[in-house]
């Protein structure tokens, strides 16, 4: 799992406490990276992130999902 953020980002500090939460919940069976798209910009730029928050979900090297910005739980 990698999360895109920027210093900036208020909502990108909202995400954290609950996607922490969903990596503890997986026991080891997830790996997470956060990216601050401010000081890793040729990392961003390549993976075509616009904005913040953005979190990407790899399966095997393969992107199976994508998550922009904050979504109410429903």
Same mark, same amino acid.
């Given at each position: 799992?990698? %999360?895109y @953020?920027?210093?900036?980002? &208020?909502?990108? !500090?909202?995400?954290?406490?609950?996607?922490? %939460?969903? @990596?503890?919940?997986?026991? &080891?069976?997830? !790996?997470?990276?956060?990216?601050?798209?401010?000081?890793?910009?040729?990392?961003?730029?390549?993976?075509?992130?616009?904005?913040t928050?953005?979190?990407?979900?790899?399966?095997?090297?393969?992107?199976?999902?994508?998550?922009?910005?904050?979504?109410?739980?429903?």
């Amino acid at each position: 799992m990698v %999360k895109y @953020v920027a210093p900036g980002c &208020g909502l990108c !500090h909202t995400l954290k406490p609950i996607l922490n %939460k969903v @990596v503890d919940d997986f026991d &080891g069976r997830i !790996h997470f990276v956060e990216i601050d798209i401010d000081e890793d910009q040729d990392i961003a730029q390549n993976a075509g992130i616009v904005g913040t928050p953005t979190v990407q979900v790899f399966k095997n090297k393969e992107l199976i999902q994508e998550w922009k910005g904050v979504k109410p739980k429903g």
